[in-house]
Nanobody
């Protein structure tokens, strides 16, 4: 099992920046991929960004060029740097760890982009 401790949400003005963090604990050695998803009100959960154990990085089309995913392997932190935020980025953001044993979701971080 993998557990997450999340931080970094809140209210941000359009055009602003925010960094989300997730600290992982538990059976980290079994994790293949870590990533971020989000779910806006009334919409399905969508892929935001992912990073494999080998360092390959992937982004959803709507955030390419604005968001940056990174992972601190030593401290087992996962980050999402969000720049040039838009109102349509308003959502609950979830960190995810995928292993051979299952998928482990965080509780969710609320991010609201509004003036």
């Amino acid at each position: 099992q993998v557990q997450w401790e999340e931080s970094g949400g809140g209210l941000v003005q359009p055009g602003g920046s925010r960094t989300l963090s997730c600290a992982a604990s538990g059976n980290i050695a079994s994790v293949n991929t870590m990533g971020w998803y989000r779910q806006a009100p009334g919409k399905e959960r969508e892929f935001v960004a992912g990073i494999s154990s080998g360092g390959s990085i992937y982004y959803g089309e709507s955030v390419k060029g604005r968001f940056t995913i990174s992972r601190d392997y030593a401290k087992q932190f996962l980050y999402l740097q969000m720049d040039s935020l838009k109102e349509e980025d308003t959502a609950v953001y979830y960190c995810l760890a995928s292993s051979d044993y299952g998928k482990y979701w965080g509780q969710g971080i609320d991010v609201t982009v509004s003036s």
